[in-house]
């Protein structure tokens, strides 16, 4: 059973900041394209950030320039940088690996993130 381990959640004010952390299996991070997501109530399930195993990301439009996402490989770990929050980031937040390029097989069992207004 692979497990991703997601921290860093938490209640913010509108303007804060967040850092969210992953931490996976050595032998799936190493593989794997990893991504944060996120589902707020009543909304399907969006990937945020993506970082490929070279370190090449990319965005979804509503966060590009708010959002840094990064990973360490020594630490097996994949991070998100949240600056500038708005209270329509509230959402439940999960990190995933895709170890085969197939889509992400394997999901975090989210932390939740709350911006208030």
């Known amino acids: 059973q692979v497990q991703l381990v997601e921290s860093g959640g938490g209640l913010v004010q509108a303007g804060g900041s967040l850092r969210l952390s992953c931490a996976a299996p050595?032998?799936?991070?190493?593989?794997?394209?990893m991504a944060w997501g996120r589902q707020a109530p009543g909304k399907q399930r969006e990937v945020v950030a993506v970082i490929r195993r070279g370190g090449s990301t990319s965005y979804t439009d509503s966060v590009r320039g708010r959002f840094t996402i990064s990973r360490d490989n020594a630490k097996n770990t994949v991070y998100l940088q949240m600056n500038s929050l708005k209270p329509e980031d509230t959402a439940v937040y999960y990190c995933?690996?895709?170890?085969?390029?197939?889509?992400?097989?394997?999901w975090g069992q989210g932390t939740q993130v709350t911006v208030s207004s």
């Open positions: 050595g032998s799936i991070f190493s593989l794997s394209t």
């Open positions: 995933a690996a895709a170890p085969r390029g197939q889509g992400y097989e394997y």
